[in-house]
T-cell receptor, first 116, second 113 residues
Framework: GAGVSQSPSNKVTEKGKDVELRCDPI?????LYWYRQRLGQGLEFLIY????????KSGLPSDRFSAERTGESVSTLTIQRTQQEDSAVYLC??????????????FGPGTRLTVT | AQSVAQPEDQVNVAEGNPLTVKCTYS??????LFWYVQYPNRGLQFLLK??????LVKGSYGFEAEFNKSQTSFHLKKPSALVSDSALYFC???????????FGSGTQLTVLP
């Protein structure tokens, strides 16, 4: 079946511009996550959505970062006034979530963002 | 708070030899442990997980991992390495209350022919 998809796969933008990254989770997955992976480093958690609950935004690095999700479908991550330190691969993941159960997260291919 | 350590940035092993990629963790409650693999220019692929039950967990592509509670470790192993196993491996943990995964810094595995 279809996995997690992300678009665009690559994005080059000038410093100060806004960018919007998109994630399509696996159908039926109630949880959606955004992570950032800087070159040569592990993944940093950014934000988590679960159903209609308020999102967990505890990983967002600044107020320039925001994300939305409509129901249990598409999510967009927006970075305003991009800075060079925002250059990274942005990964989206989705998973099933149920009370008392823990399921693995399935990752998309990522969006490579380069801020010049 | 939860954290993961992968003490080796790079592991080299000859094809056909056993491989081990190390991971230790710290969580406040019961750990949920995961291994992911990342091939160049591709997203992370799930390999295996430990939630509860047997300490030895078997996963995809012949990989397995052993959960050791006393040593707070979850090392990834494979009895006979293949050149195609060469990739970046990430260990991740969450506790029962957290939803996001905390990842280690990754270990680059190179299997030499």
């Amino acid at each position: 079946g279809a996995g997690v998809s992300q678009s665009p796969s690559n994005k080059v933008t000038e410093k100060g511009k806004d960018v919007e990254l998109r994630c399509d989770p696996i159908s039926g997955h109630t949880a959606l996550y955004w992570y950032r992976q800087r070159l040569g480093q592990g993944l940093e958690f950014l934000i988590y959505f679960q159903g209609n609950s308020a999102p967990d935004k505890s990983g967002l690095p600044s107020d320039r970062f925001s994300a939305e999700r409509t129901g249990e479908s598409v999510s967009t991550l927006t970075i305003q006034r991009t800075q060079q330190e925002d250059s990274a691969v942005y990964l989206c993941a989705s998973s099933l979530e149920a009370s008392g159960r823990s399921y693995e997260q399935y990752f998309g291919p990522g969006t490579r963002l380069t801020v010049t | 708070a939860q954290s993961v350590a992968q003490p080796e940035d790079q592991v080299n092993v000859a094809e056909g030899n056993p491989l081990t990629v190390k991971c230790t963790y710290s969580v406040s409650g019961n750990p949920y442990l995961f291994w992911y693999v990342q091939y160049p220019n591709r997203g992370l692929q799930f390999l295996l997980k430990y939630i509860t039950g047997d300490n030895l967990v078997k996963g995809s592509y012949g990989f397995e991992a052993e959960f050791n509670k006393s040593q707070t470790s979850f090392h990834l192993k494979k009895p006979s390495a293949l050149v195609s196993d060469s990739a970046l491996y990430f260990c991740a943990v969450r506790d029962g209350s957290a939803r996001q995964l905390t990842f280690g810094s990754g270990t680059q595995l190179t299997v030499l022919p």
